[in-house]
């Protein structure tokens, strides 16, 4: 379907969507005569609304992905135009993460900062654990 030129775009969804379906499913589109042989992947999967039992799109959502597919190209985190090339490379693995890369990277934590802090708690602790003795002095269970 690849090299007959017939997929346009993967569409992946976020989980729990579907009734009955806890995992998160994916839309292939396919167009005949398309003007193009590249695909374009879309990372749906964090634009929802999370419910009790199940999660929904909203219509943000339905139109981030709509307009996302009309203008056919690459948002960062969100979606990219991957050429055929790269999907032969690839071995024609269709798997999204692979194309769209929605790594986040984590914020630095200032060592200093939480050291301070672990040292603040544990002068406290010592600080309540002396009362306590001294309650438990006072009604001589100690």
Known sequence: LIEENLLDAV???PPNLFYGTGIPASILIFKRKRPTTDILFIDASREFEKEKKQNH?????IDR?????KDYISIGKYAYR???????ENEYNLN??????TFEEEKEIDIKAVQQEIETIEAQLAE???KMKQYLKDLDIY
């Open 11 to 13: 569409i992946g969804l």
């Open 57 to 61: 799109l909203r219509l943000q959502d």
């Open 65 to 69: 992905i709509l307009q996302t597919y």
């Open 82 to 88: 991957a050429p055929i090339e790269e999907i032969r």
């Open 96 to 101: 999204i993460p692979r194309y769209v890369d």
């Open 128 to 130: 309540v654990r002396a």
